[in-house]
């Protein structure tokens, strides 16, 4: 090649580099001084979907027929004005989430705080996909907002163990505590109640698709990977996300996700919490709680390192 060329072609090349350089350095400034809360949440969404997409497809989580499952059309929630769909979850906020379907679909613009925690779960005033008839089924799915919300499967387990076991709801309190007293206890201490490493060795005795819905992983309830979810919610950014679901199926400006709780003076259960029964665990129990929930960890991107992840997000 000519010597003069690459003379002059040297200096160019060198200052297109610098112009680049001085391009991005740019772009990145500008991004920083304008944060757009909506593409950042947008951008999360995706990398969720995305996640989800390829941990489905690796363990061959997709299922050839598109029929639903009976058990999740009852994990699914319905509410046409706004063609909205909500899969239940339980420990992951759902109260509240039944309480915002019922306020949506009525016209008496009821408040959220009005609403008593049992009767919004024993209401037959919000309805269930599994009502419908199938074609009516395909067609919601095909066309409503879907939705689900995930929680770290260890703190949703300590969860469902403080509010069942620990409170005198009477199914899980004395018929579901008798099941596990029966099992683990040689001597009748009927009064003492069911510890969690009790609770923790009950749940790990029975097949995952019989366990109760407080406590059974939560692809099992909302099968994410068959029902393309449009919003993955996570109880960590609940109000960011319930505010992004609320504004995308068009709710009034003025409905905003309730924070009430059930036990208004217990503390609700945090990472410190969690922490301190996982703590009550031994290794083997751990070893096959992350067994049981493996699917959803990997699907909802939350770290099995629960030490690390807790004492941060204590
Ligand atoms: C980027 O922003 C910083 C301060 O926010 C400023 O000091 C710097 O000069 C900016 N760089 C460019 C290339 O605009
Ligand atoms: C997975 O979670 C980690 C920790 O919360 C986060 O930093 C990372 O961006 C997430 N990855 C995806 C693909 O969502
Ligand atoms: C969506 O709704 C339209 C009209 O209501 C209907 O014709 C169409 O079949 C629906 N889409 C699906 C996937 O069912
Ligand atoms: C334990 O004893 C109580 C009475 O003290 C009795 O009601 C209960 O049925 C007993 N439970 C079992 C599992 O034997």
């Known amino acids: 090649m000519n010597q003069k ?22 772009q990145k400034n500008l991004t920083g001084a304008f944060p757009d809360p909506t593409e950042d949440w ?5 990398d969720r979907k995305s996640t989800l997409a390829s941990v489905c497809q690796k363990n061959k989580l997709l299922k050839l027929r598109s029929k639903l499952d009976s058990h999740v059309a009852n994990q699914l929630f319905v509410e046409p004005k706004h063609k909205f769909i909500y899969c239940e979850v339980p420990k992951v ?31 037959s005033l919000i309805k269930k996909l599994a009502s419908y008839s199938p074609a ?26 403080r509010d069942k076991l620990l409170h005198s709801e009477p199914y899980y309190s004395v018929t579901v505590a008798n099941q596990i007293k029966a099992m683990f206890r040689k001597t009748n201490k009927s009064s003492e109640k069911v510890s969690f490493q009790e609770f923790v060795s009950f749940i790990l005795a029975k097949p995952p698709n019989s366990l109760d819905i407080h406590w059974k992983p939560m692809f099992l309830l909302c099968d994410p990977c068959n029902i393309h979810y449009d919003i993955l919610g996570k109880y960590e950014t609940l109000g960011l996300d319930s505010e992004h679901v609320l504004r995308v199926i068009g709710a009034p400006e003025s409905l905003h996700y309730p924070s009430l709780k059930r036990y208004g003076s217990e503390k ?21 709680i992350k067994r049981l929930y493996q699917m959803d960890f990997l699907l909802f991107n939350y770290t099995m390192n629960y030490e690390d992840y807790f004492s941060l997000n204590g």
């Open 5 to 26: 060329v690459l003379v002059f072609l040297l200096p160019n090349f060198l200052f297109g580099i610098l112009l680049f350089g001085f391009f991005c350095k740019r």
């Open 42 to 46: 947008l951008s999360i969404q995706n």
């Open 93 to 123: 906020g759902c109260s509240n989430w039944k309480r915002i379907i019922f306020i949506l679909q009525s016209d008496f613009g009821a408040e959220a705080s009005e609403i008593e925690h049992d009767h919004i779960h024993q209401t």
């Open 136 to 161: 009516t089924q395909k067609e919601f799915l095909g066309n409503y907002t879907k939705v689900m919300f995930t929680r770290h499967p260890f703190e949703r387990l300590v969860s469902a163990y």
């Open 268 to 288: 609700r259960t945090n990472g410190d919490i969690t922490l301190e029964y996982l703590r009550q665990l031994n290794s083997e129990q751990i070893e096959k």
